[in-house]
């Protein structure tokens, strides 16, 4: 990024949001760049302006700081509530870091506490902000790309937001699922052109949500080349009713 670009950019992260995410911004980010280079792809197809949602594959806990390190603006994403809520200084470090990248703190769960999480995405876009999603729902442990659920599609088709599809590549061997500190890695991050998914139909159609998020995870696709798992990523079923719930009904995943 040319100079003058990243002092407008600076200027704009430190006026406009924390004290906390503004210092992340000018100290932990600059030296995360320095030590290990990522290769951006795409950074241009981004909006430095207005409203955008920021749709990635999810490989490593890593994902979530990446793309706040290469984004060329202030991006937020939503993390479990669990990472805000510790106590001592262990809880005090756990909470400032997530605040420094962008972080909201979000209950985990399904039906009621996943509406309520896209609800908080929701407020983030019509504030004019870019959110980051996994529309896989959590990280693949075997680096397959799976299905997306339609969170990202409702998000897109209720706020009028355009979705930017990312590819994160080598984020999965820099931080393997289970290590608690990188490795000195290469990763690249891939910002694909924006996706307008309007033309799929209104935010209430069943229908269009899956269009949408099958155009998105397409694109993304694209972007990494990973094999497709045609599944999605969740828990094997605790029984046979949920084994029929999830094979019989087909029911939506947001």
């Known amino acids: 990024m040319p100079a003058e670009e990243e ?74 509530s669990t990472y805000f809520e510790g106590t001592g200084a262990k809880g005090w470090m756990s909470r400032v870091f997530f605040e420094s990248i962008g972080a909201v703190a979000v209950r985990r769960g399904a039906g009621a506490a996943a509406q309520e999480a896209l609800d908080e995405g929701k407020k983030i876009l019509e504030s004019e902000s870019a959110f980051a999603i996994y529309p896989e729902g959590t990280r693949s442990l075997d680096g397959r790309l799976y299905r997306g659920r339609t969170g990202v599609a409702w998000l897109a088709l209720s706020t009028g937001a355009p979705v930017v599809p990312v590819g994160l590549i080598g984020t999965d061997e820099l931080m393997p699922v289970g290590t608690k500190m990188p490795k000195l890695k290469k990763v690249s991050v891939v910002f694909g052109e924006p996706i307008d998914v309007s033309h799929h139909g209104p935010a209430t159609s069943g229908r269009a949500r899956r269009a949408a998020t099958d155009e998105i995870m397409a694109a993304i696709h694209a972007l990494t080349g990973q094999e497709l798992a045609h599944a999605y990523n969740e828990s094997p079923p605790a029984d046979a009713m949920e084994k029929f719930k999830r094979n019989i009904l087909r029911r939506e995943r947001f």
């Open 7 to 80: 002092t407008r950019e600076t200027a704009d992260v430190a006026s406009s949001s924390g004290p906390v995410y503004a210092l992340g911004r000018l100290v932990l980010m600059p030296i995360a760049r320095l030590i290990y280079r990522p290769k951006v792809v795409g950074r241009k197809n981004v909006p430095r302006h207005g409203r955008v949602i920021l749709a990635s594959n999810h490989q490593s806990f890593i994902d979530s700081i990446a793309i706040p390190v290469v984004t060329p603006r202030r991006v937020q994403f939503l993390a479990k």
